[in-house]
């Protein structure tokens, strides 16, 4: 029965790894292809429906860690999922003045490269019992650079809509109301970006770590 369950466990984690690993291809070829074709204006409106798609399926990721599927904490992957998610949909989707601003390119470019050799790594690792040495070292190097390039799109793009978000008054909740509730969200934005100061060192740090044991581990056996 165990053996059973760990076959399904594999072949699960395998289709899960590529499907998503398909859909972040669509949003690099895309916004490459919208690039050269016609400029960083319309990056947005070419990914917007993958791009939605393959971010919004890594809220698995957080059940992955809740029920054992996967050995990565929840504690890591939960900040990295939902400051996606709020820049997916409560930044992008939601604020129409911003879509068009180079950094979208440059995020989404960012994002695209880093989940697809993270996919494809974890969808070998699942289908193989293995990944080349290469694509190891990719794994856990290219961050190096695009962790930063895509933290500054991230802050970047989140100041650049806060005048939108304070006019517009999308998703603040005002009293009085039956539930007797308020929220600002301009204020729970300005807080995000906050975070995002002792945050990011903090995982850029933790990722070195992993870094560290990862490929020392590749080169002890």
């Known amino acids: ?26 949003v690099l070829y895309f916004a490459v292809k919208t690039l050269k074709e016609t400029g960083h204006e319309d990056v947005y409106d070419a990914v917007e429906k993958p791009l939605q798609l393959a971010q919004t399926a890594a809220v698995l990721e957080i059940f992955h860690g809740l029920v054992g599927l996967v050995r990565s904490p929840v504690s890591a992957t939960l900040p990295q999922i939902g400051s996606r998610l709020f820049l997916t949909w409560g930044i992008l989707y939601s604020f129409p003045e911003v879509q068009s601003h180079f950094l979208v390119a440059s995020l989404v470019i960012s994002w695209s490269i880093t989940e697809i050799i993270r996919y494809s790594f974890f969808g070998l690792k699942e289908a193989l019992g293995f990944a080349p040495s290469w694509h190891l070292w990719l794994r856990y190097s290219s961050f190096l650079v695009l962790y930063p390039t895509g933290i500054t799109s991230e802050v970047g793009l989140i100041y650049l809509a806060l005048p939108h978000i304070k006019t517009s008054e999308m998703y603040s909740v005002r009293m009085p109301n039956t539930l007797n509730f308020s929220f600002d969200f301009f204020y729970a934005t300005i807080l995000v970006l906050a975070i995002y100061v002792p945050g990011s060192p903090h995982m850029y740090r933790y990722m070195l770590g992993q870094r560290k044991r990862a490929l020392s581990k590749s080169k002890r056996e």
């Open 1 to 26: 029965m165990a053996s059973f369950l760990s076959i399904i466990r594999r072949v699960y984690l395998t289709l899960y790894n590529w499907i998503v690993f398909a859909g972040w291809a669509q």
